[in-house]
Each structure stands twice: as structure tokens, then as C-alpha cells.
T-cell receptor
Framework: KNEVEQSPQNLTAQEGEFITINCSYS?????LHWLQQHPGGGIVSLFM???GKKKHGRLIATINIQEKHSSLHITASHPRDSAVYIC?????????FGTGTRLTIIP | GAVVSQHPSWVICKSGTSVKIECRSL??????MFWYRQFPKQSLMLMAT?????????EQGVEKDKFLINHASLTLSTLTVTSAHPEDSSFYIC?????????FGSGTRLTVV
């Protein structure tokens, strides 16, 4: 069993829909990261969370430490949000990555 | 702003040759850089952690003589894939810790023919 599990693996939605991507982990962590990887491969760090909730524009990330679960939400989704979203957890200064969720937003 | 610049973005090389990938921290000093490899449709896997002025720490199963890492200055870390083989074809990406988070290079897609 992977230490970091994401769901769904693939998600296709219409423009404007509310998107939720989930991440569960099985190890103790100091922080959880949400990353965005575009088709070219480059990775952008979206959030780093150790508790509660963070919001940046149309993106919201939450974490429940007791349940070892985090969610990434996208409101009013847009085709430019199409990318792979990766959850990664921080343990001992090393990141362990989920396999990613491939999001496609259709105009 | 502070970023990590990675070059080249893609490279094709012949089997048996060596390829060097560079990661430079711009506008900040990176005492530690991480090197990852990503196979298609798989998650990133940490290969090694490079520390400025000392030997890199390799993850289990990563051959240190094949993947040479040098972190000679606070702004430059390099990964050299030696005697490249087609199964080394992959996406390689570096990252550095910045302000308690991580910043990533843009990645290098290596194809060995």
C-alpha cells in the first residue's frame, strides 16, 4: 500500500464545476503539499499545510490531521486548471508523493 | 522571485554517453537540493539529496556511480547520468527548500536511444 493515496486518478469536468481531489496518507507528517504539474512537466507548489485550511484565489486546501486526510478544491473551474495535481507529504525533510490526479476541464 | 532554473529541459543522447543536468537556485542559496525521477504516469521518486560541500545521500536502489551528483556551490547542483542506457529515459526534476516550502525546477526529459 502506498503511503500517499490520491483519488480520483482521473477527473474530467465541465468548465465552472466545483472540483474536489482527495489525499489520504498513512504516515506521520510535519506538512502536506499540493502541487500542480502541467503537461510540460514543470511543477508549481500550490499549498503547504500542517493544519486547517488555506485559500488562494479559486483554490482551497484543507487538512484533517487526525484522519490523515487532505482535500484540494477548485471553485469555478476553468480549462487552464487542466493539469496533474499531486499530493506530497513531508516526513524527515523528504517528500513522498502520491501518483497524482489528472484533471481535465472541458470548455 | 526566487526560483530554481533547470537545464536542459530535454535531451536526447546515445546509449553509453553521459548527460549532465544542472539546477541553479536564483535569488536564494540552496544548501540542499533534491533530485527526483518520474516515469510516465507514475509519481515522483526521490533519487538523492545533495548538500553543498558534502557527498550526496542516495536513496535505496539508486546507483551512486551511475547518477553522479555534485553540489559545489550554494547555487548549483548537477546530476550526471553516466553511461546512459535506454531504461534511464525518464523525467528528472530537482527541488530546493525555500521559506519552509519547496520550489521545483522545470524538469529535464531524458531520452536515451
Amino acid at each position: 500500500k502506498n503511503e500517499v493515496e490520491q483519488s480520483p486518478q482521473n477527473l474530467t469536468a465541465q468548465e465552472g464545476e466545483f472540483i474536489t481531489i482527495n489525499c489520504s496518507y498513512s504516515v506521520g507528517i510535519s506538512a502536506l503539499h499540493w502541487l500542480q504539474q502541467h503537461p510540460g512537466g514543470g511543477i508549481v507548489s500550490l499549498f503547504m499545510l500542517s493544519s486547517g485550511k488555506k485559500k488562494h484565489g479559486r483554490l482551497i486546501a484543507t487538512i484533517n490531521i487526525q484522519e490523515k486526510h487532505s482535500s484540494l478544491h477548485i471553485t469555478a473551474s476553468h480549462p487552464r486548471d487542466s493539469a496533474v495535481y499531486i499530493c506530497a507529504v513531508n516526513g524527515n525533510e523528504k517528500l513522498t508523493f502520491g501518483t497524482g490526479t489528472r484533471l481535465t476541464i472541458i470548455p | 522571485g526566487a526560483v530554481v532554473s533547470q537545464h536542459p529541459s530535454w535531451v536526447i543522447c546515445k546509449s553509453g554517453t553521459s548527460v549532465k543536468i544542472e539546477c541553479r537556485s536564483l535569488d536564494f542559496q540552496a544548501t540542499t537540493m533534491f533530485w527526483y525521477r518520474q516515469f510516465p504516469k507514475q509519481s515522483l521518486m526521490l533519487m538523492a539529496t545533495s548538500n553543498e560541500g558534502s557527498k550526496a545521500t542516495y536513496e535505496q536502489g539508486v546507483e551512486k556511480d551511475k547518477f553522479l551528483i555534485n553540489h559545489a556551490s550554494l547555487t548549483l547542483s548537477t546530476l550526471t547520468v553516466t553511461s546512459a542506457h535506454p531504461e534511464d529515459s525518464s523525467f528528472y526534476i530537482c527541488s530546493a527548500i525555500l521559506n519552509y516550502g519547496y520550489t521545483f525546477g522545470s524538469g529535464t526529459r531524458l531520452t536515451v536511444v
